[in-house]
Nanobody, 119 residues
Framework: QVQLVESGGGLVQAGGSLRLSCAAS????????MGWYRQAPGKQREMVAS???????TYADSVKGRFTISRDNAKSTISLQMNSLKPEDTALYYC?????????????WGQGTQVTVSV
């Protein structure tokens, strides 16, 4: 259906910034929502931010005011600008899409990119 490739993770000091990108390929027209999730060791995967085709955004309370999600529909990419990073933002970040094909909903995941924030 849709394949996702993330980039942009790395190691940064607390207070620093990173920008994640995700490129989608495949049945692009089937995508409804694109977003970012994260999973820290020993914790459940959680939604970080999402954006619809029309540009409506949703953020986890923990990242509001610090992270910004954007979407380029023409290029089928999304980005996550992460500012004022905290050690608790350390996690494996996944790009994900929700879409519909032949009236059947699906979700696709990227392979994940590591973000590590040091004190």
């Amino acid at each position: 259906q849709v394949q996702l490739v993330e980039s942009g993770g790395g190691l940064v000091q607390a207070g620093g910034s990173l920008r994640l990108s995700c490129a989608a390929s495949g049945i692009i027209f089937s995508i409804n929502v694109m977003g970012w999730y994260r999973q820290a060791p020993g914790k459940q995967r959680e939604m970080v931010a999402s954006i619809t085709t029309s540009g409506r955004t949703t953020y986890a309370d923990s990242v509001k005011g610090r992270f910004t999600i954007s979407r380029d529909n023409a290029k089928s990419t999304i980005s996550l600008q992460m500012n004022s990073l905290k050690p608790e933002d350390t996690a494996l970040y996944y790009c994900a899409v929700n879409g519909t094909v032949s009236a059947t909903p699906y979700r696709s995941w990227g392979q994940g990119t590591q973000v590590t924030v040091s004190v």
